[in-house]
Nanobody
Framework: QVQVEESGGGSVQPGGSLRLSCAAS????????MGWYRQAPGSQRELVALITNDGITSYGDSVKGRFTISRDNAKNTVWLQMNSLKSEDTAVYYC????????????????WGQGTQVTVAS
């Protein structure tokens, strides 16, 4: 099994910063992609940022220039540094992990964290 644990959500005023963390553990051989999606009430889940094991990143248009994703491959951990936060960034943020299991004869996995709330308000 693969477990994903998120941390770092909370409340902040507009213009402030937060840092989210996500660590994957369990029977993992390798992780190809780690990243974050978010879902606001009444909206569909949307891409925030992804990073490959080679360090290639992609960002949603609404967060480019404000958010930075990074990862430590050895620790199976990804971080999301969120700066210049806006009220429209308020959402539940979900960590996403995709990779191969330790038992290579089994299919690869993709899994989600339980979500962490980020609220940006005065």
């Amino acid at each position: 099994q693969v477990q994903v644990e998120e941390s770092g959500g909370g409340s902040v005023q507009p213009g402030g910063s937060l840092r989210l963390s996500c660590a994957a553990s369990g029977l993992i051989f390798s992780i190809a992609v780690m990243g974050w999606y978010r879902q606001a009430p009444g909206s569909q889940r949307e891409l925030v940022a992804l990073i490959t094991n080679d360090g290639i990143t992609s960002y949603g248009d609404s967060v480019k220039g404000r958010f930075t994703i990074s990862r430590d491959n050895a620790k199976n951990t990804v971080w999301l540094q969120m700066n210049s936060l806006k009220s429209e960034d308020t959402a539940v943020y979900y960590c996403y992990v995709e990779g191969k299991r330790s038992e290579l004869s089994l299919p690869g996995f993709s899994t989600w964290g339980q979500g962490t709330q980020v609220t940006v308000a005065s």
